[in-house]
């Protein structure tokens, strides 16, 4: 199957400094990313749709100033967590279109993130 | 408001027995259903995919699909206890990789041995 490589897999960052993740499809092409938010005992919820050459598309209630989403290539997506506070504690999880079209979706390992 | 519901659980079943998940959703212009298993502190990985009405087959899995109701369900047969985790129902109105999807929240599976 395809693989999505996140990184890091976890980090801890002091409160009011930024932190980038990165999501990279290692063996096809992502012209769309999708980035998402779990807190602890929720379920995924959608926070971006990302595109390649052009800016993300940000659900209802996800501030777009406060992450950033970069997606400069069809291998890689960035989400940057700008100012972060201990609200943004949460696990980031990105996730791409298989090579065989858009009917599934292939998630990265995710990113564990605690603001302190 | 597009939302997906599932049984948080915990879902018991005995190893061996048929463990049977349930989920509803409310966006009627949904058209891909997919069944993910989570390992606590994991990311989610997919089980089952199903886009038409009816029953898929997959090894011991087996996903089912009836739109007019809404529905989904997955039965895992020979239950395992390398089974037990958490269960997420998603919906997509495109497909999984076009569209982002709406997850429900899970139904968290406890195979006993």
């Known amino acids: 199957g395809a693989v999505v490589s996140q990184h890091p897999s976890w980090v801890i960052c002091k409160s009011g400094t930024s932190v980038k993740i990165e999501c990279r499809s290692l063996d096809f092409q992502a012209t769309t990313m999708f980035w998402y938010r779990q807190f602890p005992k929720q379920s995924l919820m959608l926070m971006a749709t990302s595109n390649e050459g052009s800016k993300a598309t940000y659900e209802q209630g996800v501030e777009k100033d406060k992450f950033l989403i970069n997606h400069a290539s069809l291998t890689l997506s960035t989400l940057t967590v700008t100012s972060a506070h201990p609200e943004d504690s949460s696990f980031y999880i990105c996730?791409?279109?298989?090579?065989?079209?858009?009917?599934?979706?292939?998630f990265g390992q995710g990113t564990r993130l605690t603001v302190v | 408001q597009k939302e997906v519901e599932q049984n948080s659980g915990p879902l018991s079943v005995p190893e061996g027995a048929i463990a049977s998940l349930n989920c509803t959703y409310s966006?009627?212009?949904?058209?891909?259903f997919f069944w993910y298993r989570q390992y606590s502190g994991k990311s989610p990985e997919l089980i089952m995919s199903?886009?038409?009405?009816g029953d898929k087959e997959d090894g011991r899995f087996t996903a089912q699909l009836n739109k007019a109701s809404q529905y989904v369900s997955l039965l895992i047969r020979d239950s395992q206890p390398s089974d037990s985790a958490t269960y997420l129902c998603?919906?997509?109105?495109?497909?999984?990789?076009?569209?982002?999807?709406?997850f429900g929240k899970g139904t968290h599976l406890i195979i006993q041995p």
């Open positions: 966006d009627r212009g949904s058209q891909s």
């Open positions: 996730s791409a279109a298989g090579p065989q079209g858009n009917t599934e979706a292939f």
């Open positions: 199903i886009y038409s009405n």
């Open positions: 998603a919906v997509s109105k495109g497909g999984g990789g076009a569209d982002g999807l709406t």
